[in-house]
């Protein structure tokens, strides 16, 4: 029998430390929306300095000033902000220690970035079950992914990107909620992704990655169009998906194939058919520009 199948927390894992908690099948399992209805548990909430960010950056005229003013209250954000403002990528010859300068200096896309990126430090901290270093790995190597290949489909890069990087975030969320049954279910276990993972969610937590991602991130007032397309990602089929779900899928697909060292051949393999042929010689061979951007992600390093 295909172990996959097995709910895992009937499942011994083969790591486990000495005294760690387990969680009996016996137990009755969650059911997210009732549990959270019900009080008995809690989406991750973040500080309402970050939230009047994000607002600020959805509006459809971006009001620089607001940015500079709520930003100036955290002063870990505004660091990221003015040493990204004074790196090579932005600054030249010249040095700007002021707020307002660097938020105009980068812009709001980046600044989206820069949010998005830190909100798996906000509240998350030593989720049970989860490898947070080759998670965020994952989802960066998804987002730089998809931004990249989002003008081929028609996307926006920058949403692109954004859900990229919080398209998994919902699975932190469930695992945050339920911690008993994160670590018996993922402690130990070779990590799982996208239908798989999403397969082993509903049996334990009666919901999965993305129902409870776009629960998230909808409560973060992120644009309904990343909610919508974390939240369909997994059972849209290919032919009917949006280019934002396009790039999301692709992105996805790639970064597995970086996770299991997958040959280039067998990357492009896995995208859409429309894809393919932009990265396929009129020989039949793989365009070297693939080559380069496949091996471009095989080289990003997870942080931490």
Not at 34 to 42: F, P, Q
Not at 161 to 187: E, W
Not at 275 to 302: E, H, M, S, V
Request: proline share 6%; aromatic share 6%; glycine share 6%.
């Amino acid at each position: 029998m295909d172990k996959t199948h097995i709910p895992a927390y009937v499942l011994e894992p083969v790591r486990r430390a000495p005294g760690a908690p387990t969680f009996e099948a016996r137990a009755p399992m969650p059911t997210f929306l009732k549990d959270i209805e019900a009080g008995r548990v809690a989406l991750p909430m973040i500080p309402r300095i970050v939230h009047r960010l994000i607002a600020a950056l959805c509006e459809r005229e971006v009001d620089y000033r607001k940015l500079s003013k709520a930003l100036a209250r955290d002063p870990v954000l505004s660091a990221k902000v003015l040493r990204l403002a004074n790196s090579s990528l932005f600054g030249g010859p010249r040095s700007t220690a002021s707020i307002d300068a660097a938020v105009r200096m980068v812009g709001a896309e980046v600044l989206n970035k820069v949010i998005a990126t830190n909100l798996g430090a906000i509240g998350l901290e030593a989720i049970a079950g989860i490898d947070l270093r080759l998670f965020w790995h994952d989802a960066l190597v998804t987002a730089v992914a998809a931004n990249k290949l989002a003008l081929l489909v028609g996307a926006d890069p920058e949403e692109a990107y954004l859900c990229g990087l919080l398209h998994t975030s919902g699975h932190l969320v469930l695992c945050r909620c339920y911690p008993d049954i994160a670590d018996a279910m993922f402690s130990g276990f070779k990590p799982m992704r996208g239908a798989r993972l999403a397969a082993v969610e509903k049996d334990a937590f009666g919901t999965d990655h993305a129902a409870a991602g776009a629960l998230w991130i909808d409560s973060l007032d992120f644009p309904k169009a990343i909610v919508e397309v974390v939240r369909t990602q997994l059972t849209t089929p290919v032919d009917e998906m949006s280019p934002l779900a396009l790039a999301l899928r692709s992105g996805r697909l790639l970064a597995t194939s970086v996770a299991h060292k997958e040959a280039a051949l067998a990357a492009l393999g896995k995208l859409a058919p429309a894809l393919r042929d932009r990265f396929t010689t009129d020989d039949g061979r793989i365009d070297p520009g693939f080559l380069k951007f496949y091996a471009a992600l095989g080289d990003i390093k997870a942080k931490g």
